[in-house]
């Protein structure tokens, strides 16, 4: 039975204000193919596209799973987990790559942000979720873990030292908690 | 050195800008070069990994040589001592998954880095190579596996936890392993940590209850950090509180642990423990109570994901508790207008579930404005759930059955629309009532109906249940417009209808005559097939006499067979000299199989065909018995049951045995296999003492002249009986042979044989065994048409049960009839329950059976039992059986 084992992600999406693939991870077999993906993903984007999910996290059914899912500017973040998933897990998962997207790309979060920091991104989403099982869920230390790698490169971050992407990163908590 | 990826065109700043805007797969596989160079560019490798990484996410594959070329040439980047580099080569590689032969390339890259003495190196690199290797490397690396496990940097020891729960599934004999050091990791104090370690000590420990059990103990006492690990916890515990309930009685084990985790200070923790303990086997009220009261709370919180977790559980809560959800209605009602369309329909749903009966008029307006602004899979829903609310308030059913019609008015897909059709039929077949203004309605649709399948299905229904209302003509008008308005489909159904009224309603004949005769001029040729079909049969020539018994059964009766079965046999029947027989097919209806019941407690869609079952293998039983000329001349088989074990598995030879009823014979079919390679079996015969089967005397038998090693064979033995009755009698078998010894290597065989005998398990042939499963489509229907005459009605007490549900199937078993109408399944936790059950007996005697279930607090089970059938003595027939049973 599902629901005795780990908790468990399906998918983790981020779509663009036309439902284009920004970046995507399927962790289970439930979309063999690239166009089941795709198609699950329009079904998604379709589904979704006219709420409004942008001060607080919305959560939808499709197709016997449950998505979580949360929009900012031209980007579209959407969780996958399975029908009997607890949907707060589900929920922390999507706002701990929300906010760590955030702390990335230092709140510029848009599309042309996001494609032009892609190798962040695609970081990001590897040190969330492991093969469906979630690794991390803290949004600080997610971004820390992949500022970290990025110090050398000379890519966006690349002025920061690992001790000011850390700043940041506390800086952006305090503010959250102050909200 | 700072060039973008692709150069931004200034004149068309408008246009959307990416920077991967016109990227091309052979481009970028040129660019790969790069990785080659012997002085690495590691920010420019970083940029064509990246845009590989994008091409693959994009949808773009690789061919074999293609992902081959990258993958050699990425494995160049080892060289490289930049970390970002490092970062991109570990994600490309996982995204490659290289096959067997290309991983060994990277494996001492990997375990170099395995041990390196950046910690994230070594994470990466475990959960990298852990991703691709293969059982043998794993024998390598596996110390240092262990080391990373009880490694001080979290990182580190969640990688190497986390790829151990994925290993688990291919290399289980290896993870297992480590135990200990995961078991350290437990007491981890990094929250995913734990978390992680927990997950994978459970499943090293899944099969074995004890320690399953002694791990939960041991934790729901100590302090467990992470709100994700307590999550787990729960979910082992209710694990654990679900095996030990079969065993234990009392005080529920665990119940304070699940308790207090309703009062945590993570939300998903809360949430977890109050679903689960709604999920709990045989809940009480008392049990419910404070996880109702957190859910109410979350209801009106600001989260829509809070909102929609609360509704949700609670939505499943009150199909079986409705009372301990009415507290929550005053919130509940106040999300019927929340934003979210999900929160709104499943808010409604419970409402409906829930609701007393003067309630429903005011939740029927708040409904109506609701419907307008949902979409269609939330519409059907909500209907689903009016049709259960009308079934229960049966006296609600005009406002309901006028919100139904309103509803069918409206724009709508095919699924929608048949909901509502389907659950308007159900009203009209449950609540007599509701029937006249129930089929006006369905009158009024079809006449604006887009669908043919639906047209269909009502004008099939309109002819079964219009004739019987006390106003048959002012259905005609309705019908006969089909007949001018539609397709060729529904002009045939109409013809077919406006037939049945004729032939049920006399004075309706002459009329229906004159409008069934322009049909003979239509220009489909089915309908005026028809059309004549219908003429000839049911009106002579235009004389208005009353219509034969015999034509109305052959027009309108119902096929009493299997729609599955009679399709096999068309399939089979060759075209010959013969002509199709239709008794010939086989009624018994075969159980189907799980998967098809998925869905406990849901009653078939109205209009849904009766139930039928996939081809049967009774086909290949008469087949084989056909074939045999001793039994040739016995006459048709009435029922063969299912295969009974005469030995217990994996003895020396194993029998089992399949009782095959005849008119007046009884066929046993031993079918037996021997599992001894040195053996060979010859003259192999079946013992039979039938000194406790007085009515029973042997006729035939037919042996076995050999049985070789691990081919069945099989041996029959016949019996007499008296024709028609039910005999009941127990047999003794012995298996009497001779054994010759065989050399498995050779398979020379010895000459000299042992004779040698084997006893068998008795064998009883028992009253069910004389009962068919039949189904019928209509219960209600077929239950009034057999009428009283032979009913018997009895109380039988069962004494203690496990629960109501074992009891039904008990009692379904021993009388060896078809649940109709899915009422086999009962609802989790309620006090009663009646099935339905229908069968015929030897002599093609109809059986239908109503059982009704109770039982009380400790457990006693009591069963009022009423049979109707066209026998009295199998009336009576059928009680014996409960009785003894």
């Not at chain 1, 695609?122 to 110090?151: F, P, R």
């Amino acid at each position: 039975m599902v629901k005795d084992t780990c908790p468990s992600i399906k998918n983790i999406l981020l779509l663009d204000s036309e439902g284009k693939r920004v970046a995507v991870k399927y962790y289970s077999n439930d979309w063999p193919t690239n166009s089941a993906k795709e198609a699950f993903e329009k079904a998604v984007f379709t589904k979704t596209q006219k709420t409004n999910a942008r001060t607080e996290a919305e959560i939808a059914m499709l197709e016997g799973n449950v998505i979580v899912y949360k929009f900012v500017q031209d980007l579209h973040f959407f969780v996958t987990g399975g029908e009997d998933e607890n949907e707060l897990i589900l929920a922390t998962v999507l706002q701990g790559f929300f906010d760590a997207v955030g702390l990335l790309l230092r709140g510029n979060v848009d599309k042309k942000e996001a494609l032009e920091n892609l190798d962040l991104i695609l970081l990001c989403l590897d040190e969330i979720v492991d093969g469906g099982i979630i690794l991390e869920t803290d949004a600080n230390v997610i971004a820390g873990k992949v500022a970290s790698h990025s110090v050398d490169v000379g890519a966006p971050l690349s002025e920061q030292t690992i001790s000011q992407a850390l700043a940041t990163a506390r800086e952006h908590l305090t503010r959250s908690l102050l909200k | 050195m700072a060039q973008p990826l692709v150069k931004k065109d200034d004149d068309r700043d408008d246009e959307e800008y990416s920077p991967f805007l016109g990227i091309e797969k052979g481009a970028v596989l040129q660019e790969a070069r790069v990785f080659n160079d012997p002085q690495l560019d590691p920010r420019r490798c970083s940029q064509v990994i990246t845009k590989l990484l994008y091409l693959l996410n994009q949808g773009e594959t690789f061919t074999k040589i293609e992902a081959t070329e990258v993958f050699f040439a990425v494995t160049k980047l080892f060289q490289s001592r930049d970390i970002g580099l490092r970062r991109m080569v570990y994600l490309m590689i996982k995204e490659l998954s290289p096959s067997a032969d290309e991983v060994i390339i990277v494996t001492s890259s990997l375990m170099k880095d395995m041990t390196s003495k950046t910690d994230m190196y070594r994470a990466n690199a475990i959960r990298v190579l852990c991703r691709i290797t293969d059982g043998t490397l794993l024998t390598q690396i596996e110390r240092y596996l262990k080391q990373a496990i009880v490694d001080k940097n979290p990182v580190v020891a969640s990688a190497a936890l986390v790829s151990g729960i994925h290993l688990l599934e291919t290399t289980p004999e290896i993870v297992k392993r480590w135990s200990n050091e995961v078991q350290e990791a437990v007491q981890s104090r990094a929250a995913l940590v734990q978390f992680h370690a927990l997950a994978l000590l459970h499943q090293i420990r899944q099969n074995d209850r004890l320690a399953v059990s002694k791990l939960v103990t041991s934790l729901t006492r100590g302090t467990v950090r992470s709100p994700l690990a307590q999550c787990l916890l729960i979910r082992y515990t209710t694990q654990v509180i679900r095996e030990a309930a079969t065993t234990q009685t009392g005080d529920r084990p665990f119940y304070d642990f699940l308790e207090s985790c309703l009062r945590h200070k993570a939300e998903m923790v809360i949430f977890e423990a109050a679903r689960a303990i709604t999920e709990l086997n045989g809940v009480t009220n008392r049990e419910l109570t404070p996880a109702i009261t957190v859910l109410q709370l979350f209801l009106s919180s600001s989260k829509p994901v809070l909102r929609f977790a609360a509704v949700r559980t609670l939505n499943k809560v009150a199909m079986t508790h409705p009372m301990a959800v009415t507290n929550c209605n005053i919130d509940m009602e106040s999300l019927i207008s929340d934003q979210n369309r999900s929160i709104a329909t499943l808010a409604i749903t419970t409402l409906l579930k829930t609701g007393n009966e003067s309630s429903v008029d005011r939740l029927m307006k708040q409904i109506t404005n609701f419907m307008s602004d949902i979409a269609d899979e939330f519409k059907i829903v909500v209907v689903e759930a009016i049709r259960s609310l009308c079934l229960k308030f049966p006296l609600k059913y005009r406002s309901l059955m006028n919100f139904l019609s309103n509803i069918l008015r409206e724009e709508g897909g095919f699924e929608y629309k048949k909901a509502i059709v389907d659950s308007i039929v159900i009203l009209i077949r449950d609540i007599p009532d509701a029937k006249e203004n129930g089929l006006l309605h369905l009158c009024e649709f079809i006449e604006d109906c887009e669908f043919t399948y639906l047209s269909t299905q009502i004008l099939h229904f309109l002819g079964t249940e219009g004739p019987k209302t006390s106003d048959p003509s002012k259905y005609i008008r309705y019908i006969y417009n089909r007949v001018h308005l539609e397709n060729a489909t529904v002009r045939a159904a109409a013809v077919s209808t406006l037939a049945k009224f004729g032939a049920m309603v006399d004075a309706l004949k002459p009329r229906v005559f004159v409008l069934l005769r322009r049909c003979l001029y239509d220009g489909d040729d089915e309908v005026r097939d028809r059309a004549t079909l219908y003429l000839n049969t049911v009106g002579s020539d235009g004389e208005v006499i009353e219509t034969d018994k015999v034509v109305k059964d052959f027009l309108f009766g119902s096929l009493d067979i299997p729609l599955a079965n009679i399709e096999t046999s068309l399939k089979n029947y060759e075209p010959a000299e013969q002509p199709f027989d239709i008794n010939s097919v086989p009624k018994e209806v075969k159980t189907q199989p799980l998967a098809e019941k998925k869905a406990p407690g849901k009653k078939p869609a109205g209009l849904g065909a009766p139930p039928s079952g996939p081809p049967s293998t009774v086909d290949a039983y008469e087949k084989l018995l056909s074939s045999i000329p001793e039994f040739s001349d016995f006459g048709k088989l009435f029922k063969s049951s299912a295969p009974v074990e005469l030995t217990e598995a994996e003895t020396e030879y194993a029998v089992n045995v399949v009782k095959h009823i005849f008119d007046r014979h009884v066929v046993f079919q031993y079918n037996c296999t021997n599992t001894i390679p040195e053996q060979l079996l010859e003259n192999v015969t079946v013992i039979v003492d039938a000194s406790e089967a007085e009515e029973f005397a042997e006729v035939a038998s037919k042996p076995l002249r050999s049985l070789p090693y691990d081919s069945p064979g099989q041996i029959f033995g016949a019996f007499e009986k008296p024709e028609g009755v039910p005999a009941v009698g127990k047999f003794s078998n012995m298996l009497r042979f001779i054994v010759k010894e065989v050399d498995p290597t050779t398979g020379d065989v010895e000459d000299d044989g042992v004779e040698d005998e084997y006893q068998l398990e008795d064998l009883e042939v028992v009253a069910a065994d004389y009962v068919m499963k039949v189904g019928v489509s209509n219960f209600r229907n077929a239950w009034e048409s057999i009428g009283p005459d032979f009913e018997r009605v009895d109380e039988y007490g069962l004494g203690p049960r496990e629960s109501l549900a074992e009891a039904v199937s008990a009692v379904i078993s021993l009388l060896g009839m078809q649940p109709c109408e899915g009422t086999e399944v009962v609802a989790n936790n309620s006090r009663s329950h009646t099935c339905l059950l229908s069968g015929v007996f030897i002599g093609n005697v109809k059986v239908l059976v109503r059982l009704q279930f109770g039982i009380d607090g400790p457990k006693e089970v009591a069963m009022k039992l009423a049979v109707r059938s066209e026998d009295d003595n199998v009336s009576d027939m059928i009680h014996e059986i409960v009785a003894s049973g």
